[in-house]
């Protein structure tokens, strides 16, 4: 019998009901209480965008998932017998506790790992001097704007922290309510940049110092949304490929308007050869958080509406002016090569491909 509350301290430890399959205070049998766990990652898995995917319900869940399967774990007969170090309650409360910072760390560290974009590396840059006419000139303002924001992001270069440092930090955060001084900053910061000119805002979003992903985590409020919707007809196609990679890849975007509805306005006010540019961009970040994922998974159904539509329009106005000039519309090939270079050879089931031996 599965026996939470006495584990922890809350009763005594109680012999098993007769059968075992009814809810008693301090006691749930272990059948139950694993399918009660298997039921929460289903339903975690199952729907993006359920509460369990908002960003404090996701903080706790995952150290709360990982003590629950320890508790399961520690009250099997196996775990007395496996050593003589963790038997007793307390030593059994222990393990539960370690699991469940350990919980916590992982949550960080894959946090971390969803944050590190390719979009905001120097390739974006590369980039920027063959689809970007023009450049962002370096003022006073923007320097001291991008200095400031990378001083509340810390020092990230966008790597994922090891366990340790990012449990530690994540603690640390939490503690010292800095996220909370780290909005207010970042919001002053562009606000006084943005004072000084659109361009000098557009600096700050492509320079290399600041991590855009990391930075809408720290401070991705509605203030700071309606100063880049401001700035949308300022802006060229890398910039806004910048900012929407990152802000899809915050946790909270599939269950925030503010955010969904500042990457619809950035795609909507983007016509014609900018707009195939922007989407080619958009899937240039190497990972899964590409055009197909943002606009099917990550917008709501009224946005996808708004988005496909203007997709279709600026596509099919492409396509006439190509047919009237003579010129072949241009067309985009897709090719799935995983099954070719990873999973052929036929065996199941990694492929069915036999025309070529696996990973040739």
């Known amino acids: 019998s599965f026996q939470p509350a006495a584990l922890l301290g809350m009763g005594p430890m109680a012999e098993p009901a007769a059968g075992g399959a009814h809810f008693v205070l301090g006691r749930l049998p272990w059948s139950w209480g694993a399918a009660l766990g298997a039921l929460m990652l289903v339903l975690y898995f199952g729907r993006e965008r359920s509460i369990l995917h908002r960003r404090l319900v996701e903080r706790a869940f995952w150290p709360a998932m990982y003590g629950w399967i320890a508790l399961l774990v520690v009250?099997?007969?196996?775990?007395?017998?496996?050593?003589?170090?963790?038997?007793?309650?307390?030593?059994r409360a222990a393990v539960v506790a370690l699991s469940s910072l350990f919980g916590c760390a992982v949550y960080s560290y894959n946090q971390r790992r969803r944050m590190a974009s390719r979009v905001s590396k120097a390739t974006m840059q590369r980039m920027a001097r063959t689809f970007a006419p023009q450049r962002h000139v370096e003022t006073v303002?923007?320097?001291?704007?991008?200095?400031?924001?990378?001083?509340?992001?810390?020092?990230?270069?966008?790597?994922?922290?090891?366990?340790?440092?990012?449990?530690?930090?994540?603690?640390?955060?939490?503690?010292?309510?800095?996220?909370?001084?780290?909005?207010?900053?970042v919001l002053a910061a562009l606000q006084e940049c943005r004072a000084a000119g659109a361009s000098d805002v557009l600096y700050v979003f492509n320079s290399g110092d600041v991590d855009l992903p990391h930075l809408f985590s720290a401070a991705g409020t509605k203030a700071i949304m309606g100063l880049i919707q401001e700035l949308?007809?300022?802006?060229?196609?890398?910039?806004?490929?910048?900012?929407?990679?990152?802000?899809?890849?915050?946790?909270?975007?599939?269950?925030?308007?503010?955010?969904?509805?500042?990457?619809?306005?950035?795609?909507?006010?983007?016509?014609?050869?900018?707009?195939?540019?922007l989407k080619n961009l958009i899937d240039e970040v190497g990972d899964y958080y590409n055009l197909h994922r943002l606009v099917f998974c990550g917008l709501s159904p009224p946005m996808r509406t708004v988005v496909l539509e203007h997709i279709e329009i600026e596509g099919r106005a492409l396509r006439e002016a190509a047919r009237q000039s003579g010129v072949a519309a241009p067309r985009k090939i897709l090719s799935d090569i995983d099954d070719t270079l990873f999973s052929s050879?036929?065996?199941f089931p990694a492929g069915v491909d036999r025309r070529f031996l696996r990973k040739e």
Do not use: C
């Open 75 to 91: 009250q099997q007969p196996f775990w007395d017998s496996a050593s003589a170090y963790f038997r007793g309650r307390n030593a």
């Open 232 to 277: 949308i007809p300022s802006m060229d196609v890398v910039t806004k490929a910048r900012l929407i990679d990152a802000l899809h890849r915050q946790i909270e975007f599939v269950n925030s308007n503010h955010l969904q509805a500042t990457v619809a306005d950035m795609i909507s006010q983007t016509r014609g050869h900018d707009l195939t540019t």
């Open 345 to 347: 050879g036929g065996r």
């Open 141 to 185: 303002a923007a320097l001291v704007a991008t200095a400031r924001l990378a001083e509340v992001l810390g020092d990230t270069d966008g790597e994922p922290r090891g366990l340790l440092a990012g449990l530690t930090r994540e603690l640390w955060e939490f503690l010292t309510g800095s996220y909370l001084l780290a909005q207010g900053r």
